[in-house]
């Protein structure tokens, strides 16, 4: 560094001696500070679990009348003040001041409950409390009296904070060793509430993030991953009993009216969606690879292409249920058309095999239900393979039809191959959706309550085809069935917990799959 | 090795045969080939024309039926939704399903754009590249899984234990804010340097004002709530029959919030691409003129990608509006629902009640028209969502023309 030197005074060595005693000292800071933090909003957020689970009614009935208000008033405030500091929204010049209004604050909200405590009768436990105003006072104290070293003095509201975080664990502890000990419910609260919001800081230093601002963003970001976490651990929770004891017999089990039945189980479910993924592997994936290829490559620029993207996109925002109510007045109900191509199908069935009728009108079928979830994909298919042919670069058709390909040619051997990974990462992800929809199965009337097992599955074609005519079941409906039974059986509960995790463990994998594919070739390629 | 000059190129190269247009389109096969193939895609493209056709004449033609036959008296009346005994009343099917939106975009839209910002602006590479997955992933689960975690988590563990003293809550939050917001504004004035006696006094005068306020919303929120506020006793006590009374099984705010939830990624994702639309010059430029990360952000970056955010919010709301199982499973009523206009009771949004009318039955019984009901729901329900992707389309294509 190009510093002069003004009479005998280094100003190199001067930058450089303060920079490293500013750095040294805030190291120290953040150690102890993301420590004592840390540790004491660890063992809050444990203690808000566990009275979330317990109905401790105690806890909240400990302040009553004039008090709350006054300490609330004032714990907030300085709770305000602490946090304001940190992050410099109190400005740095007169903190001896700031320190002192916000240790006489939090200290005088503490002491206002300890006396408010006292008059009834109950002080034993206020000690853990009596720490943190004890010990921000004699802090600001000291800092009010003569102003210390600065290079060794610490961040002191971030200590009182530390503490305060400590305190609150520690009345955790005592909690969760004795069942018994009820804490008052605002205090504790408030003090818990503290903490955490100290260990979010400690960590948001601990990461480099500094403003307000960028703590709120990384809040909504981090609340998204905590719910799927809870949301997991809740499910599979709840779905325990049933997959510790009984996974085999669950696994092929069939439907039931009871949820004790030895033999309830979503055989059933796996086979329908196992089917209405053939369907949508069968319909939705040719169709809808072929209209994006159609779009992005032969359409021309004119108003019926726009209209055409137009009715796609808006094809993909319609709600599921509508598209159940599609499948439910094609098929189910039966439009003139639907009859008249029933009718061939069975008049081709009956001159094949010897029996009368394949599909029935009015009839919730299989069939019914496959197709409708096809149709439900198509425009996310179409979305996604459109994209992905679009990324194809310009200069591999070019290449190809240099060579004098054809355009089908150059679409066949150039475009689809290098659009493969995207078009790929659609149709799971549209498959994943197909898998775990319920809405237009409802609507078309897959059965939610007994289903009585076939025998032969594949003995014979007939047999094969004609499950695709009879009613059906899905993993979701399963679920759902479950679920609205369990407030009458309550075992059905753990049932639906259960067939859950399966389904969640086939989507999540697909979609995982789907994500990291697409991931790993965009890195490729860029 | 330039040797090779051009004119020695056109020498050494024989004439070749001259070519007409005919001889380089190939044999005729293979331009049939080429036409059969362009067919297939066009009617496969065609398709999607044929179920849009197909949705709306199914929802017009049997809607039709109902508009025509019903008798108008029993859809508007707050009566509530009982299909069955054909009373078809829509303010109690709306209103829910207001009720479900807005609840559900007051978690989505905040997270999900705080999200975006965050994943946008700010996180590192390895900090995005573990929670952008995680985000699809949240995009990924089925409703139903959502279903049942609002029935068994959400509605118990979150809306039962708050929702007794819910109008408490929003009133200790508000009391809570202005006290912070007093506490603020009492540093941003010690911190003034302005201390003539009369700037003084009327601070203290302002401050006793505000503290004053306070303390009587407190005293106030106290007072109403009595033996039933969880700071002044026990919430257990709370008698059975007031307005925070929880139903069981399920209500509409716990339905709501696993709608919320389930929308999050969607509106997290849609912003993001707003957002990632505004061109790095815009930021660059505000970072020359000295504005802080977070100014950028706040007065540069969203404004410019303003309809792009209002996009993501349009269809998070649509997607809202047509989530059905959710609603259908936590949201605490059968498949009957009285008129309700509080989230903490059971209800029906327009979802729902169809998904509730057709389950258990092979087909879709009941008095006269309920089958025809069913379509007409369904039509109300597909003009409010085509209209508001079509507004949504509308933001998101000034974003692109813009940038």
């Known amino acids: 560094m190009a510093f002069a030197s003004i009479g005998d005074i280094d100003v190199a060595a001067r930058v450089e001696e303060t920079i490293k005693r500013r750095g040294a000292d805030k190291k120290v800071v953040a150690s102890i500070w993301t420590s004592l933090a840390g540790a004491g909003g660890v063992l809050a957020i444990v203690a808000m679990f566990v009275t979330w689970y317990s109905d401790d009614r105690t806890a909240t009935a400990w ?27 109190v400005g740095a010049d007169r903190r001896v001041d700031s320190d002192l209004f916000a240790f006489v604050v939090i200290g005088g909200g503490a002491l206002l409950m300890m006396l408010r405590q006292l008059s009834r009768g109950g002080l034993s436990d206020m000690v853990y409390l009596l720490i943190i105003p004890l010990v921000a006072w004699t802090f600001s104290v000291v800092r009010a009296l003569g102003r210390p070293n600065r290079s060794t003095r610490l961040e002191l509201e971030q200590v009182a904070l530390g503490l305060a975080a400590i305190g609150a664990g520690l009345i955790v502890v005592k909690r969760l060793l004795d069942p018994e000990y009820a804490t008052g419910g605002w205090a504790w609260g408030l003090l818990a509430g503290l903490a955490v919001v100290a260990a979010a800081l400690a960590a948001c230093q601990y990461l480099g993030i500094l403003s307000i601002f960028q703590v709120t963003l990384f809040v909504a970001l981090a609340l998204s991953v905590i719910i799927l976490v809870i949301l997991l651990v809740q499910v599979i929770g709840d779905g325990w009993p049933v997959l510790s004891e009984r996974l085999g ?48 490559e032969y359409a021309p620029r004119n108003r019926f292409t726009t209209m055409l993207d137009i009715i796609v996109r808006n094809l993909a925002g319609v709600p599921s249920v509508v598209y159940g109510l599609l499948g439910l007045f094609l098929f189910v109900k039966g439009t003139v058309v639907t009859h008249w191509i029933i009718d061939r199908v069975n008049s081709v069935w009956a001159s094949i095999f010897d029996e009368e009728q394949l599909i029935e009108v009015g009839q919730s079928t299989l069939f019914a239900g496959g197709v409708t979830l096809a149709i439900l994909v198509l425009p996310i298919v179409i979305i996604t393979a459109a994209e992905a042919v679009r990324a194809v670069p310009q200069s ?20 689809l191959p290098f659009a493969a990974p995207g078009i790929l990462t ?12 319920a809405a237009p199965l409802i609507l078309v009337g897959a059965i939610t309550g007994r289903l009585a097992p076939r025998d032969s599955m594949f003995s014979g074609v007939d047999q094969f085809f004609g499950q695709f005519a009879d009613r059906f079941t899905a993993m979701p409906i399963v679920i759902v069935g479950w679920v609205r039974n369990s407030g009458v059986d309550s075992g059905f509960g753990p049932a639906a917990g259960a067939a859950i995790v399966m389904l969640l463990v086939f989507v999540i994998m697909m979609n995982s799959v789907a994500v990291l594919l697409r991931n790993y070739f965009e890195k490729k390629r860029a | 090795m330039t040797d090779f000059s051009v004119t020695e190129m056109v020498t050494t190269t024989r004439t070749p045969p001259s070519l007409s247009v005919e001889a380089l389109a190939g044999p005729q096969s293979r331009q049939r080939k080429e036409s059969i193939i362009r067919g297939l895609f066009f009617a496969a493209a065609l398709v999607s024309v044929l179920i849009s056709v197909l949705i709306i004449v199914s929802l017009v033609r049997e809607a039709w039926t109902f508009i025509t036959q019903v008798d108008w008296a029993v859809t508007w009346g707050e009566t509530g939704w009982f299909p069955r005994r054909g009373l078809y ?13 807005v609840v559900a975009m007051l978690v989505a839209g905040p997270l999900g754009l705080g999200a975006a910002i965050y994943l946008s602006e700010y996180a590192s590479r390895r900090v995005r590249g573990i929670l952008k997955p995680v985000l699809e992933v949240l995009a990924g689960v089925p409703s139903v899984v959502l279903g049942f975690f609002a029935l068994f988590f959400i509605s118990p563990q979150v809306i039962e234990k708050i929702g007794r003293s819910a109008w408490l809550w929003i009133g200790y939050g508000i009391s809570g804010m202005a006290a912070v917001g ?45 033996d039933c506020s969880p700071v002044a006793g026990d919430t257990a006590a709370c008698p059975v029959e007031n307005s925070f009374t929880v139903k069981r099984s399920g209500q509409l705010a716990a339905a709501a919030i696993g709608v919320g939830i389930l929308t999050i990624p969607l509106v997290a994702s849609v912003a993001e691409d707003a957002l990632a ?60 629902a009285e008129f309700t206009s509080s989230p903490f009771e059971g209800g029906l949004t327009m979802t729902a009640g169809m998904a509730s009318l057709a389950t258990g039955t092979d087909s879709v019984v009941g008095e006269g028209l309920t089958f025809q009901s069913l379509y007409f729901v369904g ?17 998101v294509a000034r974003v692109r023309e813009r940038y």
């Open chain 1, 426 to 437: 659609g149709t799971l992800l549209a498959l994943a959706r197909a898998v775990g929809e």
């Open chain 2, 379 to 395: 039509l109300v329900l597909f003009a409010i969502t085509l209209l508001l992707n079509v507004v949504a389309g509308r933001f």
């Open chain 2, 182 to 226: 007093v506490g603020m504004w009492t540093l941003r004035a010690w911190r003034d340097s302005d201390t003539t006696t009369a700037t003084i006094i009327k601070r203290v005068v302002t401050l006793a004002v505000l503290i004053t306020v306070v303390f009587v919303l407190f005293w106030w929120v106290n007072s109403v709530a009595q």
């Open chain 2, 277 to 336: 639309s505004v061109p790095r010059e815009l930021r660059e430029a505000s970072a020359g003129l000295g504005a802080r990360k977070a100014t950028t952000t706040r007065q540069v970056v969203l404004p410019a990608a303003v309809s792009g955010i209002v996009a993501a919010f349009i269809i998070g709301i649509s997607r809202a509006l047509g989530e059905t199982m959710v609603v259908f499973m936590a949201g605490g009523a059968a498949d009957a």
């Open chain 1, 249 to 296: 017999d669950f696994w092929s089990g069939t439907l039931r009216s009871r949820s004790g039945d030895e033999r309830l189980g979503i055989s059933q479910g796996i086979l329908g969606s196992f089917w209405i993924a053939g369907f949508v592997v069968m319909i939705a994936f040719p169709i809808g690879i072929a209209a994006a290829v159609y779009l992005e």
């Open chain 2, 89 to 101: 009343d829509m303010p109690t099917l709306l209103v829910s399903s207001i009720i479900v939106t």
């Open chain 1, 63 to 89: 302040f009553s009348g004039f008090l709350p208000p006054i300490a609330l008033l004032l714990v907030v405030s300085a709770a305000a003040v602490l946090v304001a500091k940190p992050l410099r929204i």
């Open chain 1, 396 to 415: 591999l058709r070019e290449g190809a039809y240099g060579v004098g390909a054809t355009k089908w040619e150059v679409i066949r051997s150039q475009v």
